[in-house]
């Protein structure tokens, strides 16, 4: 698309609430669900397949068939760090599915790898109808895969098939994705091969974002969250057409996760890595790039990320860094 076809994308995608209101919804994995925020027609029900992990599900209200986005957590942290990113997406017209992958985790992520995958065979197998809201439907084939810090190690995984899924992911989302703590020092399994294009994703189109603050280090005591040689760059420089990169100028490795976080895990998410000013600005840019790449990959609209791209589109951020490979 030309920089003058993209002047004329009119809503923006950086709007928080955009034209669906929605709810956020937990399904536990075995004894049923809670429900919070949740539509005034929609009830708590146990479903008849409960999921291999528990949920948070973020919908739209209104009746339609939507698209699906699978959301991976980042290390040790908690899928509700997410809600208000889940939730924006929401509002743009997909259906979020973000499972808790773990409790407590080791330096392996196979385990969680294993579990996306179950998560995602469970959506073939039916089980989301019992959880949505009447007349919400969800559109099967068009399924997006998203991840954060190492959850989106673990979706680069599950894409490059190290593990089965009966389903097919048409859109691949790495957010500040990190393969261990430094180059020789990868997580196993590794994903990054240091070898450029070589990500076989069967034409799957990727999008890496980068915090420009995820490789500075807090202080002397901890490494920098996402280091360079393991970070959103080796990504992006693995990956083939059709990929973008979007990297953003002074916001740090956890500034897209809810103002409140809370917790000891919570809090240690103010401590351990180096932050921007705040973390509005990072979390609608987050959320208002994948919005518009999900329409671009999965509904065939490609304006509103291209008048980003060209800066038609005004973001919250300053972007230092934006690739496409086509």
């Not at 939730?87 to 992958?101: D, K, R």
């Not at 693995?238 to 917790?263: I, Q, S, W």
Request: some cysteine; overall charge neutral.
């Amino acid at each position: 698309m030309s920089p003058s076809t993209a002047i004329s994308s009119s809503a923006s995608v950086f709007e928080t609430a955009g034209r669906y209101t929605t709810t956020l919804q937990r399904v536990e994995s075995a004894a049923g669900t809670t429900c919070n925020n949740c539509c005034s027609s929609s009830v708590a029900v146990v479903p008849a397949l409960p999921p291999p992990k528990p949920l948070l599900i973020a919908t739209p209200c209104e009746a339609g068939e939507f698209p699906l986005l699978i959301f991976l957590h980042g290390y040790l942290l908690h899928n509700s760090f997410y809600s208000q990113l889940l939730q924006h997406v929401a509002s743009h017209g997909f259906i979020v599915i973000a499972p808790q992958l773990y409790e407590v985790a080791g330096a392996d992520s196979t385990g969680e790898i294993k579990s996306a995958a179950a998560t995602t065979n469970w959506l073939s197998e039916g089980g989301l109808r019992d959880v949505l809201p009447p007349n919400v439907h969800p559109n099967l084939s068009k399924l997006g895969l998203a991840g954060h810090s190492r959850g989106g190690k673990t979706a680069f995984a599950l894409a490059l098939t190290k593990a089965a899924t009966t389903l097919k992911f048409s859109a691949l989302i790495g957010i500040d994705p990190v393969d261990g703590m430094d180059k020789g020092k990868q997580t196993p399994p590794p994903v990054l091969t240091y070898v450029p294009r070589s990500f076989d994703l069967d034409d799957m189109a990727v999008m890496v974002i980068g915090s420009g603050l995820g490789e500075v280090r807090r202080n002397p005591l901890f490494p920098p969250c996402a280091p360079k040689g393991v970070n959103h760059g080796d990504f992006f420089n693995e990956c083939r057409k059709p990929a973008c990169h979007f990297v953003v100028k002074d916001y740090g490795h956890l500034d897209m996760l809810d103002n409140d976080t809370k917790g000891i895990r919570g809090k240690a998410t103010y401590c351990l890595c180096k932050n921007g000013e705040s973390r509005e600005p990072m979390r609608r840019f987050v959320g208002g790039i994948v919005v518009a790449f999900m329409k671009a990959y999965l509904d065939g609209d490609a304006s509103e990320l291209m008048s980003i791209r060209y800066g038609h589109e005004t973001a919250p951020v300053e972007l230092q860094t934006v690739e496409f490979l086509e």
